[in-house]
């Protein structure tokens, strides 16, 4: 199965809940990023930057359960900055699986191993790991030696106590597929259980530029994915990975994974901050929704971004019911 069970049921009950309800836009992933510090500065990365003058602020865990119970997405991505680095961690997951949610909990790996004792291995939990290549690639694109090591330690660890394990790996311009292959096959042999693949797209704040891709680019590398798809387990739905391919559109969903860290609520998205909002309300009802995406604003041209298990596919291109079934066969696979 390419996800636990009980996600895989919570998610297709909610999105057949919503779509009979006629909801025109809700919440798959929520983006919660409680901080933006972190003791790495990845050449990819525009948090530590965009958000310099508040990069010491911090949400409380109160501040972060009533967001999740404010947006109502059944699963939240708990990001940053590290959220590792986080004091209160351990009781951020616990209380959010307690509301039920399920929680993928995004790290760079450099302190997974101490922090194990933070967490107790269940269904709603999965640790995911951010790996961008092999130890040469990684560590380069991170700007430290070691981190890639201690990631990998820090998921052996991980599975020796019986915890679900994701990577997520970004592709740059100059990445080489076969590099990804040969992180996939080390990763394989620890039991990773699934693997997420993200273009690298230029976006205002993002660091090096010159390690970003174009549309095209982005079509020309993911042409070269299919021999991983066929061998590994990856988190990308087959819509989405068609979309990475240029074999099929999808529009700009934007609200399907929203983002709320200590400023506010990012609006309009992960990557395009034009304003932030108090309430999850007023970033949905307030945002126009309308003027972002492809030929609509110019800093869209080259975004090629992942909604989470894919509002995009289910409310845009595709609205029959045997897109709802291919997709809960998907996940069941």
Known sequence: M??????????????????????????????????????????????????ERTI??????????????????????????????????????RGLEKMGRHVYLCTNGLLLKQKLALFEPSGQLILNIHLDGERQTHDAIVGREGVFDAALEGIAAAKAKGFLVSTNTTIYRETE??????????????????????????????????????????????????????????????????FLKGERELPCAAWGNPTRNPVGWRSPCYLLADRHYDTFRGLMEETDWDAYGLGRDPRCENCMVHCGFEPSAVMGASRHVGDLLRMLAWQLS
């Open 2 to 51: 390419r996800f636990p069970a009980t996600l895989t049921f919570s998610l297709s009950w909610y999105l057949i809940r919503k779509r009979l309800s006629g909801a025109k836009r809700f919440s798959f992933v929520l983006m919660l990023e409680p901080l933006h510090a972190c003791n790495l500065s990845c050449k990819g990365c525009g948090r530590i930057r965009e958000y």
């Open 56 to 93: 010491d602020q911090h949400m409380s865990v109160g501040q972060c359960l009533e967001s999740a119970g404010e947006c109502g997405a059944p699963i939240v991505s708990v990001c940053g900055g590290e959220p590792l680095i986080y004091p209160e961690i351990g009781p951020l997951v």
């Open 177 to 242: 597929i076969s590099d990804v292959e040969q992180l996939f096959d080390r990763l394989s042999k620890l039991g990773v259980d699934t693997h997420m693949l993200s273009p690298g797209y230029g976006y205002e704040g993002a660091g090096d530029g010159n390690i970003f891709m174009t549309r095209a680019e982005i079509m020309a590398k993911f042409g070269e994915v299919d021999q991983l798809s066929r061998r590994y387990t990856l988190s990308d739905t087959p819509a989405y990975l068609q």
